[in-house]
């Protein structure tokens, strides 16, 4: 059974960073790809950013240049860098997972539908 699980979110200033973590069961490995994606209050859950098992990334226009996704493999640990964090950002973020899948440059993360979710951390951002 996949398992994922969230750590890191937190409140944080206007222009503040945070870097979120996800463990990710032995069970997702190889060439799942990995997501994370953020839900405010009130509005729909949205992709943030997604990496694939060759390791292509793809984001989101509004996180372009602040937020990094990344994976260690070793420690099969998914994780965000958000740099310059905006109010805008303030979302209860998710990591996600499914099988293999490859991303074209410029595709969406929501190009493919994610089957494993964790539980989710807050990022709250206050101006």
């Known amino acids: 059974q996949a398992q994922l699980m969230e750590s890191g979110g937190d409140s944080v200033h206007s222009g503040g960073s945070l870097r979120l973590s996800c463990a990710a069961s032995?069970?997702?490995?190889?060439?799942?790809?990995l997501a994370w994606f953020r839900q405010a209050p009130g509005k729909e859950r949205k992709g943030v950013a997604g990496?694939?098992?060759?390791?292509?990334?793809t984001y989101a226009e509004s996180v372009k240049g602040r937020f990094t996704i990344s994976l260690d493999n070793a420690k099969s640990t998914l994780y965000l860098q958000m740099n310059n964090l905006k109010p805008e950002d303030t979302a209860l973020y998710y990591c996600a997972a499914t099988p293999p899948c490859s991303y074209a440059v410029g595709s969406p993360v929501e190009t493919y539908p994610y089957n494993y979710w964790g539980q989710g951390t807050q990022v709250t951002v206050s101006s």
């Open positions: 990496v694939d098992g060759s390791g292509a990334t």
């Open positions: 032995a069970y997702i490995r190889g060439s799942y790809c």
